[in-house]
């Protein structure tokens, strides 16, 4: 049975930092593109970050770009993402997801979500 | 970015069929995908490249379309069924989502 966990949320202050992390079970973690989305009751659900196979490839979100980093240790079967210079509106609950094998188009499993708060 | 339009809400009986739109801002080809969330839960895959069904999802639900009008069918809807209905888009980066339709069974 595929399982994402993620751990590592909580509340910060603007312009700290935070970790997400997202541990993987049930499938060969290494064959497959991972992906962070996030929700929030305004504006819904938003893709924020993906990451290749090998970690080689990453792509964001405009609006995290230079901020967010996903990164991955296949070793560990383990996704994360480190969230620097927080700001109010990344106040969200953040899902760990995967890609599909081969595929960026869409997402076929989902972690429960853990939630973020920025806020002085 | 390519915004998804959703209707908010609906509300049916069950046993009855249900039909959820999507409308793209720009033409997605058949890059539209449908997820179910339940209150308090994650998404779930229900259907991929507009009109395939994943694996484990019933029958009962189907997708259509394609360019920028696409539909999700729920036949018949059953009480478990309610929840809230998100599109989502692959053909422009970046990936988004609709507003989702919330589906409320009478």
């Known amino acids: 049975e595929v399982q994402l966990v993620e751990s590592g949320g909580g509340l910060v202050q603007p312009g700290r930092s935070l970790k997400l992390s997202c541990a993987a079970s049930?499938?060969?973690?290494?064959?497959?593109?991972m992906a962070w989305v996030r929700q929030t009751p305004t504006k819904g659900l938003e893709w924020v970050a993906s990451?290749?196979?090998?970690?080689?490839?990453?792509y964001y979100r405009d609006s995290v770009k230079g901020r967010f980093t996903i990164s991955r240790d296949n070793a560990k079967n383990t996704q994360y993402l480190q969230m620097d210079s927080l700001r109010s509106e990344d106040t969200a609950t953040y899902y760990c997801a995967r890609h599909p094998y081969n595929n960026w188009d869409y997402f076929d499993y989902w972690g429960q979500g853990v939630m973020v708060t920025v806020s002085s | 970015d390519t915004v998804l339009t959703q209707s908010p809400a609906l509300a049916v009986s069950p046993g009855e069929r249900v039909t959820i739109s999507c409308r793209a801002s720009?033409?997605?080809?058949?890059?539209m995908h449908w997820y179910q969330q339940k209150p308090g839960q994650q998404p779930t895959l229900l259907i991929y490249?507009?009109?395939n069904l994943e694996s484990g999802v019933p029958a009962r639900f189907s997708g259509s379309g394609s360019g920028t009008d696409f539909t999700l069918t729920i036949d018949p809807v059953e009480a478990d069924d309610t929840a809230t209905y998100y599109c989502?888009?692959?053909?422009?980066?970046?990936?988004?989502f609709g507003s989702g339709t919330k589906l409320e069974i009478k």
């Open positions: 720009e033409s997605v080809s058949t890059l």
């Open positions: 990451i290749s196979t090998g970690g080689g490839n990453t």
């Open positions: 490249l507009a009109s």
């Open positions: 049930g499938f060969t973690f290494s064959n497959y593109g």
């Open positions: 989502q888009q692959s053909w422009n980066d970046p990936l988004t």
